[in-house]
Structures are given as C-alpha cells and as structure tokens.
C-alpha cells in the first residue's frame, strides 16, 4: 500500500556549551545547551507553537533532547527517543578543538574537511554510517501512524535526513546546511504507481537568525547568489507564486519587498538581475533603493551605485511561449532551457561578491539544482513562496561548488507567514 500524506519538520538542536567553544562534537554527550541556545529553541517554540504535529522524535544526546523539550512545550503526546538520530561519530576526533585536530592528525583531518564521504577514522566511515542511520530513521518515520512529524536531532543527522529522504548520497554531505534551530520541511505525498512517497523540500534552515548571515559550514564565503522571490502579484489567491504573467504586485507583495530589502540591508549587494516582469522590477527596485541608501548617512556621501540588469531568458513565459513555437507540448525544453540560464548566470558572479536575483520561482529552482549539479528531472524537489529568499555560497569560488544555506526562507516576513503544517488559502491569514 502507498504511504499517505506526511508532512516531517526536522529542527537542528540550538547552540550548544561544545558549538561555542568549537569543539568537534561527533556522538559525545558532554555539552549541553547555552543561555544563547536555550534562546533559539524558544524561537522555535514560538514559531512552531500553533503547528498540529502528533508525534516528536528526538535524538537521545542531551543537547538535542532538551532542545526538544522546549520546543514540544506543554503537549500532552511523548517525545520518542530515536537511537537512530544520534550525531555523526567522529571516534578519536570528538572533543578536540578544531585547531587542535588539525595540528593532531594533519592529513587525516584535512581528509575529513575535503573529503568527508571517503573519510577513515579507527577503521570507520563515519559519513557513510551515518546515511545507513537515516535509511533506518527514514523507515520508522514514514511507517509511523502519524502524519504531521517533528525530529529534533544535530547538524550532519538533519543534513543526512534531507539528502536520503530527496534521494541524495554522500557526496552532498555539507551542502544542505542546518544551522542551530534551523528549520527544514520535508512534504511526502503517496505515489499511486509505488509504495515510495513523492517528496518536496517546502524549506531548508529556515533559522532564528538572519540567512544572510554566518559562514559556509565554518567557511569564509567567497561569492553569494541571493535569490528573491518577488512579492505576491495582483490577482493572486494564495502565497505560493504558481503562474506566469505580466502583473504587478499588490499590497502584500510590496510589504513583502520591502521587509526583504531591510533583510538585506548590511549586505553590499552590487548587481540585482531580474526578469523583465512588473512585480520582479518593483522587487528588485525595492531592494536598489535601501541598498544605495544604505551608506549615505551623512551629509557629504555619495549614494552607492546598484547595477541592475533585465534578462529575457529569466521570463519563465518566455521561455513557455519559445516552446510551443517550436512545437513542444511537454516541459523537457522549458527545463532544458533553464539548466541553460542556470549554467550562464552562475558564470555572472565572477568578481561579484554578493550577486541579487529577483525573477519567478522556476527560475530560481533551476539555479539552486544547478548548483546541486542535479538534473532538470530533479526541479519538482523544491518549492518557493512568495517574497521568500533562498541563499547559495561558493565558498571556493564560482567555479567551486556550491553550498545551499537556505531555501525558501521567509521568517522576514513575519513570525511565520506561512504555516507549515497547514497550507494557506488566502491572503488574510497572513
């Protein structure tokens, strides 16, 4: 029998005493919350508190289980304590200070920065254990009774649970950040021709602190592509940016501009570069005109210049109407198309350290899977919102590969839009 509806919230633990003080962690279960995390787990309470899940499953370690604790608030249902959702061991490693591995185990630890799938420690692939472990957990999520699921767990665990529940292996081990407390949503829906569920990432990292902010998995980030989905357009029913058109933006939609361009507000961004479509021009003139501001506070300053650019081959209608003149009726050459632009656009961040996209969600979803070096079959994998934000670092560079920080991000737009265990029918639950 195929699976039914599930809907999995997976929640990284919040900072722990070892996270600020930059020891390896691994399995250990020697540090506990700090003030700073105990924080964060509120906010995520706050956040979540309104959300119908029946059931929590929680790590056993107790950074993770206290994380859970406050989150799961005064519900009456146990919290579940899964084996199976323990962080990443790491063996000799755990409980070094970061500095102290590299000066330890020289080669073996720049193996473990550089290599992580291919990693040996103690007669262990850790990174490989841990994809085993999530095949398990996997399995006892979806065959559980019930049908909305919270997982309190750790960083690699959370990041191991997204890529196996998409279908991904190893190699994507620190792609899919999950920063403390950061949210991700997994929707599983039945397929009629299997026993597997369809899966959607409707977020990743969804986090009490700005998605701008931080490093790449602890590193420095050379290059960022910020992609913006532009504010909801006159004539929509709901959030969730779902046609093409010629429209410009209601009053939700410029609100929704406007509280991205404050986001973005300690950010130099110097190229926005958008689709020719009315509601992506007032996104990203919204986004210029805080930015060139953002410097002149004085009264001798200059106001700092924002290169922004119209693309054609960023109009997903374009490109719709380009098929059907060529006699396609199926969408293989619109995605063919966007693997195109996705290729093209990511060569435009050269010398650019902050790079602003603003067009429609299909375009952004084809960059981000272009960024994961997946194929245009994988573009159903991700969902976007309106006036959400999605950030992708290059930490080696735009020829490096690059690292998801967030996806569909929109904690900026209120204390959470939109819900995510119930979908929104309109725009006065906002």
């Known amino acids: 029998?195929?699976?039914?509806?599930?809907?999995?919230?997976?929640?990284?633990?919040?900072?722990?005493?070892?996270?600020e003080e930059s020891r390896i962690q691994g399995s250990s279960d020697f540090s506990v919350l700090t003030t700073k995390g105990e924080s964060q787990a509120e906010t995520s309470r706050q956040m979540l508190i309104d959300d119908a899940f029946e059931v929590c499953f929680s790590s056993p370690l107790i950074?993770?289980?206290?994380?859970?604790?406050?989150?799961?608030?005064?519900?009456?249902?146990?919290?579940?304590?899964?084996?199976?959702?323990?962080e990443i061991d790491l063996y000799s490693f755990q409980g070094l200070l970061k500095h102290e591995g590299k000066s330890k185990f020289?080669?073996?630890?720049?193996?473990?920065?550089?290599?992580?799938?291919?990693?040996?420690?103690?007669?262990?692939?850790?990174?490989?254990?841990?994809?085993?472990?999530?095949?398990?957990?996997?399995?006892?999520?979806l065959t559980h009774e019930s049908r909305s699921v919270l997982v309190i767990a750790h960083n690699a665990v959370n990041q191991d649970l997204v890529a196996t529940a998409i279908g991904l292996g190893t190699e994507y081990f620190r792609i899919l950040l999950q920063s403390n407390c950061g949210v991700s949503v997994l929707n599983c829906t039945p397929r009629l021709e299997d026993g597997s569920p369809y899966i959607c990432l409707n977020r990743l990292n969804q986090t009490p602190n700005s998605p701008v902010a931080g490093s790449s998995a602890g590193r420095k980030t050379s290059k960022r592509i910020i992609l913006v989905c532009h504010g909801?357009?006159?004539?929509?029913?709901?959030?969730?940016?779902?046609?093409?058109?010629?429209?410009?933006?209601?009053?939700?939609?410029?609100?929704?501009?406007?509280?991205?361009?404050?986001?973005?507000?300690?950010?130099?961004?110097?190229?926005?570069?958008?689709?020719?479509?009315m509601a992506s021009i007032e996104t990203a003139n919204a986004i210029s005109r805080i930015q060139e501001a953002a410097d002149c506070l004085g009264a001798?300053?200059?106001?700092?210049?924002?290169?922004?650019?119209?693309?054609?081959?960023?109009?997903?209608?374009?490109?719709?109407?380009?098929?059907?003149?060529?006699?396609?009726?199926?969408?293989?050459?619109?995605?063919?198309?966007?693997?195109?632009?996705?290729?093209?656009?990511?060569?435009?961040?050269?010398?650019?350290?902050?790079?602003?996209?603003?067009?429609?969600?299909?375009?952004?979803?084809?960059?981000?899977?272009?960024?994961?070096?997946?194929?245009?079959?994988?573009?159903?994998?991700?969902?976007?919102?309106?006036?959400?934000?999605?950030?992708?670092?290059?930490?080696?560079?735009?020829?490096?590969?690059?690292?998801?920080?967030c996806i569909n991000y929109t904690a900026h737009l209120g204390r959470w839009p939109i819900p995510i265990t119930r979908s929104v029918l309109d725009d006065e639950e906002f």
């Open 232 to 277: 909801s357009s006159q004539g929509d029913s709901e959030a969730n940016i779902t046609c093409v058109g010629d429209r410009p933006m209601n009053m939700l939609g410029v609100i929704q501009s406007q509280k991205t361009a404050e986001l973005l507000l300690d950010l130099k961004v110097n190229n926005i570069v958008g689709s020719p479509k």
């Open 106 to 141: 020289g080669a073996a630890f720049r193996k473990w920065q550089i290599d992580a799938p291919n990693f040996i420690i103690d007669s262990h692939y850790p990174v490989r254990e841990l994809w085993a472990c999530a095949r398990s957990c996997w399995t006892k999520i």
């Open 300 to 405: 001798d300053c200059v106001p700092r210049y924002v290169e922004m650019k119209q693309m054609q081959n960023l109009d997903v209608e374009n490109i719709l109407q380009q098929s059907k003149k060529s006699g396609y009726s199926n969408m293989g050459p619109v995605r063919a198309g966007l693997e195109i632009f996705a290729r093209g656009t990511i060569q435009r961040i050269r010398g650019r350290k902050y790079y602003c996209s603003s067009c429609h969600p299909v375009a952004h979803i084809a960059l981000m899977g272009h960024c994961l070096n997946l194929t245009k079959e994988w573009m159903g994998l991700f969902h976007l919102d309106a006036g959400s934000i999605s950030v992708i670092n290059f930490p080696d560079g735009p020829a490096g590969r690059g690292v998801i920080r």
């Open 63 to 86: 950074r993770s289980n206290r994380t859970a604790e406050i989150i799961w608030g005064a519900r009456e249902e146990q919290i579940i304590t899964e084996s199976d959702l323990r």
């Open 1 to 19: 029998m195929p699976f039914p509806a599930i809907r999995v919230v997976l929640v990284r633990h919040g900072q722990s005493t070892w996270n």
